[in-house]
Every structure is written in C-alpha cells, then in structure tokens.
C-alpha cells in the first residue's frame, strides 16, 4: 500500500511570492492534515480537510490556504510569503473523521523562503 | 485548548541503556496518545499508541504507560540501539479538539554505539 505523497521535496522562493505544495493521501484515507514544522519547534497544526470541506484550521494567518480535491488530495497554498515561513510543511492523512484516528505522516516539502 | 509539555528535549543514552520520555497534557478529556519517530529527512512514524482505557502497552522493546490522573504519559525503550536515533514526538488529541493531535516540541534521542 503506497503511503502519503508530497511534492515537491524541496521549494526555494522569495518573499511576496506564493508557495503552492500538494499531498496525495493513503487511498481510503479522506482526512488530510497540514503541520508546520519550524526548526526546533514541534509540529504546529496548519488546516484539516475532509470531504472535500475545510474543517479546522490552526492558529495561522489567512495568507494560508488550501483546499481538498475530490480525489481527497489536497493543495496548501502559502501568498505573500515571509522568512519565518521557511519550514518542513508535513501533510498527514487518516481515515476516520469523528473517532481518535492515527494519522499517517508524508515525507514533508522543505519550504525555503529568501 | 490542548498543551503538551515533553521532557527532555534531548537524552543521549549508550547502546543497551534504557531510554525514557515523558509527556504530560492539560485535557483531562483527552483519550488517544500516538507516540511518532521521525528520522532525519523524512516525516513523523508511528511507533506506539495508547487510548485512555488502558494503562499501560508494550510492543516488542517499546512500551507506553498512561496515568490519567496524573495527566501523563511517557514512552520506555529497551537495550537501545543506534538506529532508534532520532527525534520523538509525543501528542495527545481529545473530543473537543476534533481529535486533531496536540504534539510535543521533540526529543532528540542520541544513542551512542
């Protein structure tokens, strides 16, 4: 069974751009996580989709988007990018909406803002 | 919300010691808690889990015991080896957060050979 996909590996932009990164789920799965994993800090929970619908998001900006295709993958898109948003964004999928449910973590997209 | 104090942030143990990690939490309704590796350039792995109604859970040289009293949980692991170097992450999720995991920041496992 393949398990959760994220590209690209790694994106290099600059300040003010926008950062598009993907995530394809275990299949089954219809809940995607986003994390943000900054250096030396812990996973900072971004936005959950399930069903296609935003169903949760953390405490982070508006510039931070995304959506969940009917496919369940998902897009996160970052505008107006800044320094401090140069991180490994982790996307996480799992099966069950509703119920504790193990979340199954991709590779992550190391996003580098200059 | 949910907040998940992890200790220590890093261990460095010799091959064979004993490692431990402790987490505690402040959602006494908090009933799932996934312990995840992650090795350097790749994204978190499950390695054990726990749910409210059990205290304690063993799987092979790794174990998790839970004290829902106390609010904590920690993770135990035997005769260490170098290739459980890495970071670990504790969490814990509850009804009222949507079952949406709250991490600890990390500890760095070092395990001399």
């Known amino acids: 069974e393949a398990g959760v996909t994220q590209s690209p590996t790694h994106l290099i932009k600059t300040r003010g751009q926008q950062a598009t990164l993907r995530c394809s789920p275990i299949s089954g799965h219809t809940s995607v996580y986003w994390y943000q994993q900054a250096l030396g800090l812990g996973l900072q929970f971004l936005l959950w989709y399930d069903e296609g619908e935003e169903r949760n998001r953390g405490n982070f900006p508006p510039r931070f988007s995304g959506r969940q295709f009917p496919n369940y993958s998902s897009e996160l898109n970052v505008n107006a990018l800044e320094l401090e948003d140069s991180a490994l964004y982790l996307c996480?999928?799992?099966?069950?909406?509703?119920?504790?449910?193990?979340?199954?973590f991709g590779p992550g997209t190391r996003l580098t803002v200059l | 919300g949910e907040n998940v104090e992890q200790h220590p942030s890093t261990l460095s143990v010799q091959e064979g010691d004993s490692a431990v990690i402790k987490c505690t939490y402040s959602d006494s309704a908090s009933n799932y808690f996934p312990w995840y590796k992650q090795e350097l350039g790749k994204g978190p792995q499950l390695i054990i889990d726990i749910r409210s109604n059990v205290g304690e859970k063993k799987d092979q040289r790794i174990a998790v015991t839970l004290n829902k009293t106390a609010k904590h949980f920690s993770l135990h692991i035997t005769e260490t080896q170098p290739e459980d170097s890495a970071v670990y992450f504790c969490?814990?999720?509850?009804?009222?957060?949507?079952?949406?995991?709250?991490f600890g920041r990390g500890t760095s496992l070092i395990v001399h050979p």
């Open positions: 969490a814990a999720s509850s009804p009222g957060g949507s079952y949406i995991p709250t």
């Open positions: 996480a999928s799992s099966v069950e909406r509703g119920a504790p449910s193990t979340q199954f």
